[in-house]
């Protein structure tokens, strides 16, 4: 008999600017992403100034979370074990409308039936006070 607990998903503990954009889409219950207050220009992961005008102020606001799938891996292998009865699963990064790029789990689908340029929904999932889950879905 297996008495062993249950291995639960390790869980980061994300500092200075990765904190700002955990805590702005735990506070939203959305995906939101870094915005120069110059220029508008949405950017990830957040960065201490804007790569289009160079200024250093920022704010972070929620997008669509509409994009598509811009690359993506099958995962048959984990170290965690809290993601063992998930295998396999595929880490899809997304180009999001709004321009960048995000890393997440996608779901919905078995591998073998995602393909390039699909198009997705990203969402967050809380995970404690300080990390969200970014989350992939299928429409
Ligand atoms: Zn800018």
């Known amino acids: 008999m297996n008495t062993a607990k249950p291995a639960r998903k390790y869980v980061p503990q994300p500092e200075g600017l990765n904190l700002e954009f955990h805590q702005a889409c735990l ?19 957040p960065r201490w100034y804007c790569p289009s005008c160079h200024i250093g ?4 606001a929620p997008v669509s979370g509409i994009g ?21 699963y595929i880490t899809a990064v997304v180009e999001l409308d709004e321009g960048p790029r995000v890393v997440g789990s996608l ?11 699909q198009q997705v929904h990203v ?17």
Request: glycine letters at 12%.
């Open 123 to 139: 969402s967050v999932e809380p995970r404690g006070e300080e990390f969200a889950y970014i989350c992939v879905n299928t429409v």
């Open 57 to 60: 102020n920022y704010g972070f």
């Open 68 to 88: 598509r799938i811009y690359s993506m891996a099958v995962n048959h292998f984990t170290v965690d074990r809290g993601w063992v009865d998930e295998l396999p």
């Open 27 to 45: 506070a939203a219950g959305l995906l939101c992403l870094q915005q120069c207050s110059g220029c508008g220009q949405f950017r990830h992961p």
């Open 107 to 117: 779901r919905g689908v078995q591998p073998g039936e995602a393909s390039l340029g």
